[in-house]
């Protein structure tokens, strides 16, 4: 198991930017894909963003695709998601997941094991 801990939400403007980061405690972190996903008020979790252990390989919802970029520093035992040109349907509670079974394409919820409690993002147009 692994414990998830997620950081640099806030509040910003239309248009700009923002790094969340995602620590992680636990041995089997650089065994595991690790996700973003992200929830509104009112909706259902949808998948952000996923990156394999190695870093290697990376798939984003197409909503996200050319603003933001997945992570993963396996020596700090972090992942990120830098977040640029937000918008205001970004807004929405951020999750970091992580899965032994989980691929860099897998975006359905079931398929990640471990979460964090999530980190706000308000953007205001």
């Known amino acids: 198991q692994v414990q998830l801990v997620e950081s640099g939400g806030g509040l910003v403007q239309a248009g700009g930017s923002l790094r969340l980061s995602c620590a992680a405690s636990?041995?089997?972190?650089?065994?595991?894909?690790m996700g973003w996903f992200r929830q509104a008020p009112g909706k259902e979790r949808e998948f952000v963003a996923a990156?394999?252990?190695?870093?290697?390989?990376?798939y984003y919802a197409d909503s996200v695709k050319g603003r933001f970029t997945i992570s993963r520093d396996n020596a700090k035992n972090t992942v990120y998601l830098q977040m640029n040109s937000l918008n205001p349907e970004d807004t929405a509670v951020y999750y970091c997941?992580?899965?032994?079974?989980?691929?860099?394409?897998?975006?359905?919820?079931?398929?990640?094991?471990?979460w964090g409690k999530g980190t706000q993002v308000t953007v205001s147009s």
């Open positions: 997941a992580g899965g032994s079974r989980a691929s860099s394409r897998s975006v359905m919820v079931r398929m990640y094991d471990d």
């Open positions: 636990g041995r089997t972190f650089r065994s595991y894909t």
């Open positions: 990156i394999s252990w190695s870093g290697g390989s990376t």
